[in-house]
């Protein structure tokens, strides 16, 4: 199947009981069985079924299953939202002692929770880019995850998938990548060599924003050192579903970052459209940034642009696709706030992925707890305007940006 159909057809064939097209939200919190035979088969994961929602529930495995199935994984868990799904697919592996590398040009909620995990002996080296020459020298026998956005929001920086993965297997960590901001329309990154996918399905996935929600799916291709990664061991049984086994069964369980039934039924049906959407926005992005390079003085960052430095990943990885994100550089803060003003379209929002046109000036909204530092390496300036291209027709979308532009 090619993409389009899968993202109706694979991992999904309507709701058994009732024939309903879509699976419905199943909108409870318990689910009763015949006898504590039953139950007791259910608890513990030798007969299939459901018991309690913040461990499995109908609409929520259903979204997952999609999910599973349009990413190539072996199985999905799915949370209460992206900074979930970031937060226990690292809590899974880590314990106290132990060191993660990061890129440094992260979404700033990832920025600030590594700096939440260092109370609890999880330290992070951040590295400028994700590359082998940057990544290498910071392996140390503690580090037990590289984890990295696959296209940086708002950096717009692509890491090359396949000879990351390559180092950190040679090592004996897993990479983790964000693919959020990329989709998978654009790529399946298991396909290169990445062990672990999330996504805030917030975004792209949903589509609408209309609902908060992240995955984390797993390629099953990781071979884990129970040594090495002791408090997986217990699960070991479970052979290469032992990393998901242990989320459900584990720590995701026990913190309570389930995903509610009615944002997961949200999220299948935005789902559905995802590739129609984002072959929309990708071309809607290209045309506006080839807009901003040619005919104002505006700088621009957008990988799809072939003067991008990341144009050959681009190509390389997302047949030239550029995603749906540019950023532009005005002068100072006080240009950037009038262009934001002068619009008339765009919506001042802290979001990606909506269907409408998003726009924010990231310095004085999501980064502001980070230093300048951190905002230099994510690509931020003062003068930095991110836009989220949205579905609309292109050409009110450049004749809009254009008055908002000459007027400043
Ligand atoms: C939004 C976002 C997150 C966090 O997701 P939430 O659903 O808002 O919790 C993580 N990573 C990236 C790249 C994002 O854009």
Redo the contacts with the bound molecule.
Sequence with gaps: MKFNTKLLHKGFNGDKETGATVTPIYQVSAFKHESPEKLEKVFNNTAPGFAYTRISNPTVSSFENRITAIENGIGTVACA????A?TMSLLNILQSGDEVIAGSGL?G??IDLFGDLSSFGINTKFAKHITVEDVEPLITDKTKAIFA?LIG?PALDIVDIESVASLAHSKGIPLIL?S??ATPYLINPFKYGADIVIH?S??YINGGGNS???VIVDSGNFKWDYEKYPNLKEYSKYGKFAYLAKLRNGIWRNTGCCLSPMNAFMNSVGLETLGLRMERLCSNSYKLAKFFEDETPLEVNYPGLESSPYYSLAEKYFNGKGGAIVTIRTGSKERAFKLLNNLQIPTIATN?GDTRTLVIHPASTIYIHNTPEQMENAGVYDDTIRISVGIEDIEDLIDDFSQAIKNI
């Design positions: 939202s992206g900074m979930a970031v979404f909620g990832t956005e929001n964000d959020t901001t805030s917030s975004k908060i929600s992240g990606i």
